[in-house]
């Protein structure tokens, strides 16, 4: 078209957009809108912007690693609950009973007269693994108790006595002590060295009430008989 005020110069015309044309370009908009959201959104499992699914989420921490216990704390969650079996090792917990412990010897004496249901210990002897004594039963027989570190007592047969044997008198417990000092001072004076106490036994020798069973340094035994009165009646030395 020819401009009337200025023929010369063309004048272009624009069509006027149409209602049609701004629905397509607000289509064109959200579709590239949707793209750049699902780029954006469509990440790897795994990566940084992932975005974790809805829902109820529980957390467990493992015993062990809680409380540093390890397997100690696995051990203790079943002994807790009782899922576990404690078991001790062999020998734990005991020993053998010092030589020289008077108080064990008359508690040992004490234990396995009541065992055997007997009148009292005719010795105590101190053995490796426990205390043997040997107690005088009603009827003159004797029966061998062992009484274990642990404690525990296991009665023997009882032992007839012969035609020939000489009765016996029972130990009297409450004098241990003074019986065994009697002994250990007879060493000393013998040997310059001080005994230990390994076995107490009444005796059946004319004159002699107490027979004591000693070691001293070096491994040597020394035996010691001791009169009614605790006085020294022999000692050997072997």
């Known amino acids: 078209?020819?401009?009337?005020?200025?023929?010369?110069?063309?004048?272009?015309?624009?069509?006027?957009?149409?209602?049609?044309?701004?629905?397509?370009?607000?289509?064109?908009?959200?579709?590239?809108?949707?793209?750049?959201?699902a780029a954006c959104g469509s990440g790897a499992p795994g990566d940084e912007g992932d975005i974790p699914a809805e829902g109820p989420q529980t957390t467990v921490s493992s015993p062990a690693a809680s409380d540093g216990g390890g397997e100690d704390a696995t051990a203790s969650a079943q002994a807790s609950d009782g899922g576990g079996t404690e078991t001790a090792a062999p020998g734990a917990g005991t020993a053998a009973p010092a030589a020289g412990d008077i108080e064990a010897l008359r508690t040992a004496a004490e234990t396995a007269t009541a065992e055997a249901g007997g009148e009292g210990a005719l010795s105590i002897d101190v053995e490796r693994d426990g205390i043997e004594v040997e107690v005088l039963l009603a009827d003159g027989s004797d029966v061998d108790v062992r009484i274990a570190s642990d404690g525990t007592a296991t009665v023997g047969t009882p032992d007839a006595p012969d035609a020939d044997d000489v009765p016996r008198a029972p130990l009297d417990l409450a004098t241990l002590p003074d019986i065994a000092a009697a002994a250990q001072e007879a060493v000393t004076a013998e040997t310059g060295q001080e005994g230990t106490i390994d076995a107490i036994s009444s005796s059946d020798d004319t004159g002699v009430a107490y027979e004591v069973g000693l070691q001293v340094p070096g491994g040597d035994d020394v035996d010691v008989d001791l009169a009614e009165d605790l006085s020294v009646v022999r000692v050997d030395l072997s």
Not at 16 to 34: E, I
């Open 1 to 37: 078209m020819i401009d009337p005020v200025n023929p010369r110069t063309p004048q272009i015309l624009l069509p006027t957009p149409s209602r049609g044309s701004h629905r397509l370009r607000g289509a064109l908009l959200a579709g590239v809108a949707a793209a750049l959201l």
